[in-house]
Every structure is written in C-alpha cells, then in structure tokens.
C-alpha cells in the first residue's frame, strides 16, 4: 500500500573523517555492503519497491551502486563471484531509483521536502541510513510499520527508550499508550536537553509521512540550529490531526557514530560467518 520510500542522503558525515571525505557516508560498509543497501532492501521488503534518494555533491556513487556495471559483470560471469552480486541484482530488478540533490543542507526536514517532486500526493516511508535496524525475527522494521499504517492511515515515528543523557541527540516525544507498543503522540521536541525532555523516547531513523507533511513543512519555521525540522512539522501533525509513535521490535545501530558502527560490523560479521 505504501509503494515508495525517501532516503535523505545529503549529509557530510562528518563524524567519519577522513573515511568520508570523498566518500558518501551511505558507502560505508557493514561487513560487505554498503549501509544504504540494507536500508533499501528493508524498504523493499515493507513493499515499498519506489526508492527516492536525496542526494548532493559527491554522492554519486550511489547512484552508480544501484545500476549495472556492465565490465564488472562481464569480468566475473560464470565465476563463483557472481553469487556476491545476487543481492544487488535482486534490488536493482525489483526497485526503480530517482534521485534529486539538495543544493544546500538546511536540515531534515529540508531534505525531506527537497523529495516531494519524487514521491508526490501519497504516504511514504522515509529511511536514514545511518540508523541500521535488524526487526525481531527477520520482521523489518518498516514492515512492522506499514502494519499499523494499515491500521491508522496517519504519519508514525519509530521510537527507542534512551538513557537520559543521550536524549540531546535526538527527536524526543510525549506520548500516551494506545495499544501495545503504540502511542498517541502529543508534543516532540528536536534534541533537547535532558532536563527539558518530555520523556526518555527517541525518534529514530524510521518514519512513514502522510503527504500532507510536504504542506506543513512549507509553513514550518527553521527550528534547532536554524534547521527545518521534520520534527517541528510532525509536532503540527500530531496537534492538528494525529501521529503515532511505535515502539519498534528489533535492534538499531546508530551507524553514524563509531560505537554503532562496530557493534552493528560484529553482529552481522557473525550473520555472514554463519552464511545468512
Ligand atoms: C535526525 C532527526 C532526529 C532523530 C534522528 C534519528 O537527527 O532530526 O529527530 O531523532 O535523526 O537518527 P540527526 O541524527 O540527523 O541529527
């Protein structure tokens, strides 16, 4: 029901220099793939098969990724290697890319509405790559989302229980329970500090927007660090209408920072050992 998914992917990765200077951060590999690939078989595998890529100066390789490599191919035909590039394959014949860059890096919620000429009149999910979920029993964490947009036809966000001194890095909510792992979202707050936090539950890298975002986004001031905030327009959408906040089942690694990094390179190091 939800056919594509936006992945915001202009970003300087800053936090990984020098192994992003000229590289997008999203080419990062954990193990043997790069992070935005398994962001787009998630996306995949929720049935969301229209992939939109924000993208910007210096990102394009990830464009070549998702294409063949007609020399490549040719080189390793009829060789045990091939079975490297299965995935791929799967990913580019079942999925259509589009791609727009954001000239300049006003925030989330800029990039994101930098993708509405890509996803248009419809609801969408939208992935941060550097945030990478393993959903509970091979259940994907969009998936499990999509569900409860089936359910509640509005925009929802993907939340985690932080410690309260980490709550300064993200989008925090204040939410009533509605059913299991779901709730009501009243307010959000982009990064605050812990003594002003509404509670000990973070946005993470996981989101399905009603269009109408786009909208609201265009009337939203610049929030946190004078950056559009897709917080600040969600915020909107829960006091004028109603968004959830899901409780995810599943481990995410904050691929961004370094500590995520190695933990999520460990876990799926041990996957691969095991040949999943
Ligand atoms: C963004 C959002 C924030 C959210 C986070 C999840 O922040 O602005 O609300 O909690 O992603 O990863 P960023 O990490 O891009 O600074």
Known sequence: MIRKCLFPAAGYGTRFLPATKSMPKEMLPIVNKPL?????????AAGMHGIA????RGKRSIEDHFDISYELEHQISGTSKEAFLEDTRRVIDTCTFSYTRQVEMKGL???ILTGE???GPEPFGVVLADDLCDGEGGDPVL???ARIYAKYRCSIVAIEEVPAEEVHKYGVIEASPLEEDIFMVSDMVEKPEAEDAPSNMAIIGRYILTPDIFD?????PAGKNGELQITDALKTQAKEGMVLAYKFKGQRYDCGSVDGFVAATNRFYERYKQGA
């Open 36 to 44: 935005i690939q398994y962001g787009v078989e998630e996306a995949m």
């Open 53 to 56: 890529i924000v993208t910007g």
């Open 109 to 111: 919620g800029h990039a």
């Open 117 to 119: 000429t890509l996803i």
């Open 143 to 145: 998936a499990q989302m």
């Open 216 to 220: 609201v986004l265009r009337r939203t």
